[in-house]
Every structure is written in C-alpha cells, then in structure tokens.
C-alpha cells in the first residue's frame, strides 16, 4: 500500500487519552476494565504496586520501591473494534509531579474519572485546568455507581458550577447510586441491564431491553431515570458532539469500573467519538500533516528503571509519519542523530519491542542518555521542532544549595541540566543570588528526585531549604515588582523561562496585600511554555 495513504489511514483509526482523577477514584481498576474488553496489544496489568493485587510496580528508583508507588508513567496500547487506543498512564499519587501534567501533552482527548460518592476532587480539578488550558476535549466517566454516592443530577450540577464544563448525559443511571440496575441509553431511549459476574473478573453480561419493557421490570427506578435525563437534556444537556470538540461540554457516562458496568460504552465513545491524532503545529506556528516524514517530541524521560543496567529510557510521541524501529532520526535541539535500535512499549514493568509506530502511538527509545524532555525528534528534511514542553503552577518551594562547597561547579551544572529537563522550575532573584537558586515543584516529590539526581549523576548532594509559600501568581507587571517584595510574607522570583512569579505565604497574605495595592496586577498561573 502507499505509504502515505497508510499512515493517514493509521493514524485515523488512532485514539490516544489519559484518565484524569483523583487516587481512588478507580484509575487502575478502570484501566484494567479496559483492558479485559479490549484486546492488549502491548502490556496491561495492573497499574500500581497495591497490596493484594498482581502490580506492575516499576522500580527504577529505591525511593519509589519503598513507597510501593509508580512515580513514572507510560503508555497501554490496546485494539478495540479495528481501532488502536493508547492509553497513557498519568500517576496519580498525591505527590504527583509536572510529569503528570506533561502527559496531557501527548494525548488528544482525556477521560475524568469521579467517585459517585465524591464529585470533584481537587486533583481532578488540578488536571482539568491543564485539559482547559489545552483545549482538550474531556469525556466524563461517574464511577462507583453500585455503593451509595450521591445524586446522579447534583453530580452534574456540580460540572457546571465548578468547572463551568455543561454535562451532556449519554446515559442515565437506573438505580440510585449502590442500587445499580443498568443505564438508560439516551442515544436510542433504551435500557441496558447489566449483570454481576463473580468480582468482575469477566466482562459483565449486558441486556438491552425496550423503553415498555423496561418501564415493567424496573417500575420507579426506570421512571425516575427518564425523568431526570429529560429534566438535563431540557436545560442544555442535549447531546452536540461539537461542543465536545470544542471543550465546552463533556459527555458523561455512568459505571462501576470494578464490576466492568458501563466500561463497554467508554470504550464504544472513544472510538465513535474521541477524535483521532490531529496534525501538529511546529515552534513556528507550521502545522506538520500527518503524513509528513516522521516526527515526535520526548514527553517523559525516565533514568535507570532497571536497577541492573541504570538505562534510560525516552518516551516520544509520535506526531507525524511511519516509525520504523532501526530508523536513524535527527535529534533537532542538538542536531545529532539517534538510533532507534531499541525500541519498546513499556507499561510498568512489561516491555515489549516496537517495530513500527503511527502519529498517537507512544514509543519508548531505551538507551536515550542523549534526550532530553521536549526534544523533537524527526527523519528526513526540513527540519522540524515542536513547541518546549509547557510548565505548570509550582506550589512547593525550597532554596537549593550545595553541601558540598568544593562541589559547586558540578552542583551548577547539575542544577542547570535538572531545569532544562523539566525536573524542577528553577527560580531566582537578584536578592537571594546565583548561589541559592530556588527549586519550585508541582509536588513534593520532585525534590527528592533532583535531590537523588544531583547526588548520584553530578556527585554534588544537595542541601534543600522549603520555603513556606504556598500562593502563586504571575506579576503581571514587572514595575510592581517591589511592591510583592515590600511585603512580609512574600516575594518575585524569576523563572528561567522569564515569567516573574510572585510567592505568598498563604492566600490571606496575598489578599492583604491586593487590599493595600488594588493595582497590583496578579494573574492566575496554569501552563505556560507551549
Ligand atoms: P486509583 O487510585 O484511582 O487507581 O483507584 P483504584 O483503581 O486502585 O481503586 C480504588 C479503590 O476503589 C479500590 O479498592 C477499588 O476496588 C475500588 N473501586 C474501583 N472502582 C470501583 C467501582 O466501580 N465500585 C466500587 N464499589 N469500588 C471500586
């Protein structure tokens, strides 16, 4: 076949996405229900290192083995009715980092996943302003619906009001939450009863009966369903699949991802729905079709998750063209070529070869010391960059300094490398000096990365000092630069991408200083970069 008509042809029939949640709002069960209606085609399993269950605990570093947590994150590929769906792992422990974020870079539509009992919480919250940010289309997944939760309508409403995303039902739940029956399918006004396998270890069996039929088995219930989706799709929640593409709206499915309920639709919605690989625009604005040569850009870097051989490993998604493992690629910040010898799909532990790859795939290059986070990679002319991957609102902040004063030189180095990969922003100020530059993260355990980092790969350990702010915003105007530094509690610090974050104690502090300078322009902080 033509080449060119097979990669567009490929990436069509394309799905790449991310859960967005909460921890414990069902991630990895859901990840796994996928999974047994899906067929795997790389690696599934479960995705986190919990007790009882088989994990697939990567143990790339000690600290993330004696938390018995995944920090790192990569992709499941699976088929699903003639179509590839990449799912890329987000990780979602509390101390969750920029890498978290970075991911939603490499996907085309996200899946918010939400306790029935809990709505929105507020890492979910935290990831879908990055989803907003991006313009990334969101599908809405209400989970735990056979425990009691809360109401089916008040949960919708809680969309709207909260995140300002108009929630377009495409099932309704019969059953008040922990008396799950089934949905009502908007689609066609008909009801799918579902029915319990032992642990929801298998698919779960569905019926699909008539609107009449329904209303005689399941009396109230049914009533109640059609009544209340009626009552939504009255006031705006009809369902317009161009409000999801434009990412005004979500479409929201109901399901208990632990008994495999409703897990079939999402996966029917991602294919008829979600949209496919899109073609991307360059650092220049220049959008690169698909069928382009090949192109991607490292979203992820992950250092020695094999203990025995300290590898590294680069995780690329690929943007345009066919990758063909063998291909020698441009690295286009250093120009310098890249053998793609060993290339694989890695879920956690498992890995597996990849020989061949298509725009929305993501492919992991072992032995990539030379790549970096952002780097582009692209064969054949001209060259291509993509846009430097976005940074996030930091919330945790702590003055870097070596430990070792002979070792400053290589604690420089070092500091400079970790910030260019993204690790830690990296944060500084006339006042406090080149010396103690401040390390700002996303979370917590960022530090301990570069921490372990600086100590081991630039043999410069590192003494880190938190600093107790806790409010960020980005000065809007440099002149007012003293007024935040005149304060108390607070100060600027410039990034090295140039944005002037001020830092606050805590809100209060800040809020008191708005209320002595209205003129103070403070803006909100979400992505900035790409
Ligand atoms: P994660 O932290 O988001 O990956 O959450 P997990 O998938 O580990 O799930 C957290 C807990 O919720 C586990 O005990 C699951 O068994 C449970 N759980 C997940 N989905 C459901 C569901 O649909 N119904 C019920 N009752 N429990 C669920």
């Known amino acids: 076949m033509d080449g060119v008509v097979e990669v567009v042809r490929e990436a069509t029939r394309r799905r790449s996405f991310a859960v967005i949640s909460h921890p414990d709002a069902g991630k990895s069960t859901l990840t796994e229900a996928l999974a047994l209606h899906a067929k795997v ?122 995140i300002g995303l ?169 120009k310098k070529p890249f053998a793609t010898k060993y290339v694989q799909q890695v879920f956690g532990q498992k890995r597996s070869t990849v020989d061949i790859a298509y725009p929305g795939d993501v492919i992991g290059l072992v032995n990539a010391s030379a790549l970096r986070v952002g780097d582009t990679l692209y064969s054949g002319k001209p060259a291509v960059r993509f846009p430097g991957l976005p940074s996030f609102a930091p919330a945790f902040f702590a003055v870097a300094r070596p430990a070792d004063l002979s070792r400053a030189k290589q604690f420089r180095k070092g500091v400079e490398q970790l910030s260019s990969e993204g690790v830690v922003q990296l944060l500084r100020s006339d006042l406090r000096g080149d010396a103690a530059p401040v390390f700002a993260a996303v979370g917590p355990m960022q530090f301990e990365v570069a921490a372990h980092r600086l100590e081991h790969e630039f043999s410069s350990p590192v003494r880190l000092d938190r600093l107790s702010y806790s409010a960020v915003r980005r000065l809007g105007d440099s002149r007012q630069r003293n007024l935040v530094d005149s304060g108390r509690r607070s100060e600027v610090l410039t990034r090295s991408d140039g944005t002037e974050l001020a830092l606050f104690e805590d809100e209060m502090s800040m809020r008191i200083l708005l209320r002595q300078h209205p003129e103070l322009e403070l803006e909100p902080l979400v992505a900035t970069g790409q």
């Open 166 to 334: 108009q929630p377009m039902p495409l099932t309704w739940p019969v059953g008040s939450a922990g008396h799950f029956r089934g949905v009502a399918d908007l689609s066609d006004g008909s009801f799918v009863r579902y029915h319990r396998t032992v642990g929801g270890a298998t698919a779960a069996t569905e019926e699909r009966l008539d609107a009449e039929t329904a209303q005689a088995a399941e009396g109230a219930e049914w009533a109640q369903a059609v009544e209340e989706s009626e009552l939504l799709a009255a006031s705006g929640g009809e369902f317009v699949p161009e409000r999801f593409f434009e990412a005004t709206a979500t479409p929201v499915l109901f399901g208990a991802a632990v008994l495999n309920f409703g897990v079939r639709h999402l996966l029917d919605l991602l294919v008829d729905l979600a949209p496919a690989p899109a073609p991307r625009a360059d650092a220049d604005g220049d959008i690169r079709p698909l069928d382009a040569e090949f192109s991607a850009f490292v979203f992820k870097v992950q250092t020695g998750m094999d203990p025995a051989h300290r590898d590294q490993v680069a995780f690329a998604r690929v943007c345009s063209g066919m990758f063909e493992r063998g291909m020698v690629v441009t690295n286009a910040t250093t």
């Open 41 to 162: 085609i790389s690696e599934a399993g479960a995705v986190h290192g919990k007790s009882g269950r088989q994990g697939v605990v990567s143990d790339w570093m000690e600290m993330e083995r004696a938390r018995g947590i995944s920090i790192t994150s990569a992709a499941l590929q699976f088929s699903y009715r003639d179509t590839v769906i990449n799912l890329l792992d987000t990780p979602g422990h509390a101390d969750f980092s920029e890498d978290t974020y970075r991911v939603l870079s490499a996907v085309d539509s996200a899946v918010m996943l939400l306790d029935a009992a809990k709505g929105l919480e507020p890492q979910t919250l935290k990831l879908f302003d990055v989803c907003r940010h991006r313009g990334i289309p969101v599908i809405t997944f209400i989970n735990k619906w056979d425990r009691p939760g809360r109401e089916a309508l008040e949960l919708c409403d809680e969309i709207v009001e909260r």
